[in-house]
């Protein structure tokens, strides 16, 4: 080998080494503390997929990003605050962002996906509903404008009924008035979400039944999307960023142990420990963000009434696959961007 093409061999040689450690030291840059503590408000809801998110101040204050918590009973309310920016960034449903469209709302950015599973169907022990035409003349329960309702709506006509031909009993407050109704017998199955349905199959009276609307195929199983207010996004990227980080670490260690997921949601919840692990049983956690997925929500949304306008064609602008690119070292495509 002559001395020049030797000379030219080490500089190339060289300049793929600094290269390879520049992007090895981009990688490792997100995982650095920030140089300032950042402090934020995380909205908080008892529902057991969401339970990891109670590890994430710890997590998170790895990086300097200071996490008070602010609980909620409902994700329109945890919506409504994050809109407003009283808080910074909460979980909510796949839906949320699409119902805040229709008000007007653009103050909302989904930055990851939570799972699929959690919300359920429960009939009482015994009453098996094994297809969908066996649902006419059936008494069912729901909430319209839940995501276990929209998985329901559009599974059932997928699956070529008509929903407004169907027994529809609309259930207003929290999920023990599903399972009260059904123990009546005022309902034969409940639209509903877990925790109730784990503790209606534990004390006995109720079982899920072979129909599963966790399968449709406009909605899919997702079950939230991690979002952050976009003031604070815009003003805290390098904050976000770390977020992003400790989030992904905390949906590794529940997914590690199931048992620990299981003792967190059981505590902050107050449920007995069987209740807490039925409930998560069901449950996959994934970061990815399905934004097809989340357009036909947004069609399903406006083509059923629920919103006034179709806001699919804006959904685009309300999510990033910025943060969680760079966190995971995949592609948006890989992450969701075409599901």
């Not at 070529?160 to 017998?185: D, F, P, R, S, W």
């Not at 909605?219 to 996004?233: C, H, T, W």
């Not at 976000?240 to 199931?258: C, E």
Request: glycine content about 10%; proline content about 4%; some cysteine.
């Amino acid at each position: 080998m002559s001395r020049c093409r030797s000379v030219a061999v080490f500089v190339f040689a060289v300049a793929a080494a600094l290269a390879g450690g520049s992007a090895v030291l981009a990688q490792g840059d997100i995982r650095s503390p920030l140089p300032a503590p950042v402090k934020l408000k995380q909205g908080m809801l008892n529902v057991p997929a969401l339970s990891p998110l109670w590890l994430l101040p710890e997590f998170a204050a790895k990086y300097n990003v200071q996490i008070e918590t602010v609980m909620f009973q409902r994700f329109a309310d945890a919506r409504t605050a994050l809109a407003s920016g009283d808080i910074d960034l909460t979980a909510f449903g796949p839906q949320d962002i699409s119902l805040a469209l229709g008000q007007g709302a653009r103050s909302m950015v989904g930055v990851a996906g939570v799972g699929s599973g959690n919300d359920c169907l429960i009939v009482r022990k015994g009453d098996d509903i094994k297809d969908w035409s066996a649902l006419r003349g059936k008494a069912i329960g729901v909430g319209a404008g839940s995501i276990s309702w929209l998985k329901f709506a559009a599974s059932v006509k997928e699956n070529g009924l008509e929903y407004g031909g169907l027994k529809i009993v609309n259930i207003m407050g929290g999920g023990g008035n599903y399972l009260k109704a059904l123990q009546a017998k005022e309902i034969d199955m409940a639209v509903v979400w877990q925790p109730f349905c784990a503790q209606g199959v534990v004390d006995g009276f109720a079982q899920y039944p072979t129909l599963d609307h966790n399968r449709s195929k406009t909605v899919g199983g997702l079950i939230s999307v991690l979002a952050v207010n976009r003031g604070f996004m815009d003003k805290n990227r390098d904050a976000v960023q770390r977020l992003v980080v400790a989030y992904l670490d905390v949906l590794k260690v529940a997914q590690a142990d199931q048992q620990r997921w299981a003792k967190i949601y059981a505590e902050k919840a107050g449920l007995p420990l069987p209740v807490a692990v039925e409930s998560i049983r069901i449950t996959k956690l994934d970061p990815t963000l399905p934004l097809e997925s989340i357009k036909r929500i947004s069609k399903f949304l406006s083509d059923n009434g629920v919103i006034a306008r179709d806001v699919s064609g804006d959904i685009a602008h309300s999510y990033t696959f910025d943060f969680l690119s760079r966190a995971t070292g995949k592609s948006p495509a890989e992450l969701g961007l075409n599901q």
